[in-house]
């Protein structure tokens, strides 16, 4: 295939053009590099079956020649308010990332008869008052607080990608992605694991908010992608949690970490200081995806962390 990611310079994006490359496909990537990064793209250049392109997605798209699948990744998704590249800092290109970018690259599929596939995210259900979270459950989420920027983007994204389903019969599918982890991701993230982990492998005791006991699901990249690919080869419409249904406190989750890297500085409390409306439980229910895509998660947590590691440490310079 013929296949046009955006974000391709992220996390998630990148890993995504590896595998579809892999795979044997022709792939045009877009990225304005807001949070995406050139290091993550950077093997790829000079291949014969990327094409590169600096482009904002809420600006129209316009790709010469066939194009068979559209997949739009493009988004800022870090929590940290402390860093530059978090929704936060970023409120209004993430939304226009999710309303006019979701809106042009429809567009693109719509024109070129290409299948569609979003990038959407656990955060629709905001703070889930229904556990493990399923896809028929609508969320719990505040439309006007500051993670709004985020969730509701990523829910108006939903409701056009159906509208162009319905009115236009484009061929669309809508993943929700759960926590995942792994090489390439930004260490300035603010989610649980690139913040223990950082702590761990500089031999720091390990900061945990509150009495830990706030759960979360961690989900390694290589088990995410290929989810990923398995929907867009799939004739599923409707939404599908993908992500790892072992859900874990997180003190156990600092306890595996510091075990894994061999830290023996501990774990220190701190008061809660979690940013308003941030879940206290994340936990996919994955039933359609092993219903429809015969996917299920494949690493453990220890197998996907000493996989992360090398990356890691490398970003910290530690030998």
Request: proline content about 6%; charged content about 20%; overall charge neutral.
């Amino acid at each position: 295939m013929r296949v046009l990611i955006t974000g391709v310079a992220g996390f998630l994006g990148s890993h995504l053009c590896d595998r579809l490359i892999s795979d044997g496909n022709e792939v045009i990537g877009l990225d304005n590099f807001v949070t995406g990064s050139v290091d993550n793209i950077a093997h790829l250049m000079g291949n014969e079956h990327f094409l590169f392109r600096k482009h904002d997605v809420s600006n129209y798209i316009f790709v010469r020649g066939p194009i068979d699948a559209v997949l739009h990744f493009a988004s800022p998704a870090s929590p940290n308010p402390l860093s530059p590249s978090a929704y936060f800092n970023l409120p209004i290109q993430t939304m226009k990332a999710g309303a006019l970018g979701t809106h042009n690259t429809l567009g693109v599929a719509k024109a070129h008869n290409a299948r569609f596939l979003l990038a959407s995210t656990s955060e629709i259900y905001g703070d889930p008052l229904v556990h493990p979270q399923v896809e028929t459950y609508v969320g719990n989420v505040d439309p006007i607080g500051p993670r709004s920027v985020y969730d509701e983007a990523k829910r108006f994204a939903e409701s056009l990608t159906m509208a162009y389903h319905r009115q236009h019969g484009v061929d669309t599918r809508i993943v929700r992605i759960f926590n995942t982890y792994g090489p390439r991701m930004d260490l300035n993230d603010g989610r649980a694991l690139p913040n223990l982990l950082k702590q761990a492998l500089q031999g720091q005791p390990l900061t945990v908010y509150g009495n830990g006991q706030q759960t979360r699901s961690f989900c390694y990249v290589d088990d995410l992608v290929d989810g990923v690919v398995r929907l867009l080869h799939s004739d599923e419409h409707l939404p599908v949690n993908i992500g790892n249904p072992d859900e874990m406190s997180l003190i156990a989750f600092a306890e595996a970490i510091n075990r894994i890297v061999g830290n023996a500085a501990g774990i220190t409390f701190v008061p809660d200081a979690r940013s308003e409306r941030d879940p206290q439980r994340r936990q996919p229910d994955i039933t359609r995806a092993r219903e429809k895509l015969g996917w299920g998660p494949r690493y453990t947590l220890e197998q996907g962390l000493r996989k992360t590691i090398p990356y890691f440490k490398q970003r910290l310079a530690i030998t």
